[in-house]
């Protein structure tokens, strides 16, 4: 069974940090792709960055620069490190996963704020709570 704990969420004020984690498990593969993603009440579900089963990354235009993803295979580990935070950082942060072949499927996944759609991960992780404040 594919597991996907997330942690390190918390309280910061604005031009803080946080380094989220992602401890996966259960995977018949290491390659896989990871990606992270934010929701807040009343908000879209936003695609926060991807990490790609060759080691590329991506990231939404927001948070460029600001937030690096990161692995430590030895730990089946994905961490977030996010930097200079703001206030509309402030959202529920969730960690996916897929095998790198089954990339270009599409999914919904249920968040505590409604919906993530028509994403490329199947599998995820419980969501860890971010705050930013001025």
């Known amino acids: 069974e594919v597991q996907l704990v997330a942690s390190g969420g918390g309280s910061v004020q604005a031009g803080g940090s946080l380094r989220l984690s992602c401890t996966v498990s259960?995977?018949?593969?290491?390659?896989?792709?990871m990606g992270w993603y934010r929701q807040a009440p009343g908000n879209e579900c936003e695609l926060v960055g991807k990490?790609?089963?060759?080691?590329?990354?991506t990231y939404m235009a927001s948070v460029k620069g600001r937030f690096t993803i990161s692995q430590d295979n030895a730990k089946n580990t994905v961490y977030l490190q996010m930097n200079s935070l703001n206030p509309e950082d402030t959202a529920k942060y969730y960690c996916?996963?897929?095998?790198?072949?089954?990339?270009?499927?599409?999914?919904?996944?249920?968040?505590?704020?409604?919906?993530?759609?028509?994403?490329?991960?199947?599998?995820w992780g419980q969501g860890t709570q971010v705050t930013v404040s001025s």
């Open positions: 259960g995977f018949t593969s290491d390659d896989r792709d």
């Open positions: 996916a996963a897929d095998l790198a072949r089954d990339r270009g499927n599409e999914y919904s996944h249920r968040t505590m704020s409604g919906w993530c759609k028509n994403v490329d991960f199947y599998y």
């Open positions: 990490l790609y089963s060759d080691g590329s990354t």
